[in-house]
T-cell receptor, first 113, second 115 residues
Framework: GAGVSQSPRYKVAKRGQDVALRCDPI?????LFWYQQALGQGPEFLTY????????KSGLPSDRFFAERPEGSVSTLKIQRTQQEDSAVYLC???????????FGSGTRLTVV | GENVEQHPSTLSVQEGDSAVIKCTYS??????FPWYKQELGKGPQLIID?????GEKKDQRIAVTLNKTAKHFSLHITETQPEDSAVYFC??????????????FGKGTKLSVKP
């Protein structure tokens, strides 16, 4: 597609529920990043994929967070047993290798109640 | 690790005036400095970037300057227009390939341009 597509746009989850957030990167973009953006803050790095390989997951805040990109295109960020502090906008970005500047999606706003 | 500080947090200007947003970074190994504009309900959009081997870069009404010695960089917007109103983020990374491309963002500046 023309841009990075994320779904759903909005998700309300009850505390303790599992959620799955989807990212469709730009076709051909090898690099894929997930960021978490709390209200009024800048995005914070969660994890990075190069094709299907998850090369950096140092930003994942706990073992409740899990990301995958099994075929090197679509990626899913899964959060188990959601907590209120997980409420944030989750942004996905993709880029070509060795190319400056990401293209971000519009994000998924997760609200845990 | 890298830390990026951004000032001011809010900035209000009259249409036609200039706006300046400043950022400092802590890790001298950082060498790529992009600026993103984020409108309400949208993801950040890259507006300009600079690499550490360049001191200044300009694109129409937008310019970025970099002082490697002082570890600070600034965004300059001239002849501001109401559509420039948004939240602006500076960021730093140690490159843009692979995991070196992880961006460390500032906390953002909310720019309001009054007609």
């Amino acid at each position: 597609g023309a841009g990075v597509s994320q779904s759903p746009r909005y998700k309300v989850a009850k505390r303790g529920q599992d959620v799955a957030l989807r990212c469709d990167p730009i076709s051909g973009h090898v690099s894929l990043f997930w960021y978490q953006q709390a209200l009024g803050q800048g995005p914070e790095f969660l994890t990075y994929f190069q094709n299907e390989a998850q090369l950096d997951k140092s930003g994942l805040p706990s073992d409740r967070f899990f990301a995958e990109r099994p075929e090197g295109s679509v990626s899913t960020l899964k959060i188990q047993r959601t907590q209120q502090e997980d409420s944030a906008v989750y942004l996905c970005a993709s880029s070509l290798p060795q190319t400056p500047g990401y293209t971000f999606g519009s994000g998924t706003r997760l609200t845990v109640v | 690790g890298e830390n990026v500080e951004q000032h001011p947090s809010t900035l209000s200007v009259q249409e036609g005036d200039s706006a300046v947003i400043k950022c400092t970074y802590s890790d001298s190994a950082s060498n790529y400095f992009p600026w993103y504009k984020q409108e309400l309900g949208k993801g950040p959009q890259l507006i300009i970037d600079i690499r550490s081997n360049v001191g200044e870069k300009k694109d129409q009404r937008i310019a970025v300057t970099l002082n490697k010695t002082a570890k600070h960089f600034s965004l300059h917007i001239t002849e501001t227009q109401p559509e420039d109103s948004a939240v602006y983020f500076c960021a730093a990374s140690m490159g843009y390939g692979g995991s070196q491309g992880n961006l460390i963002f500032g906390k953002g500046t909310k720019l309001s341009v009054k007609p």
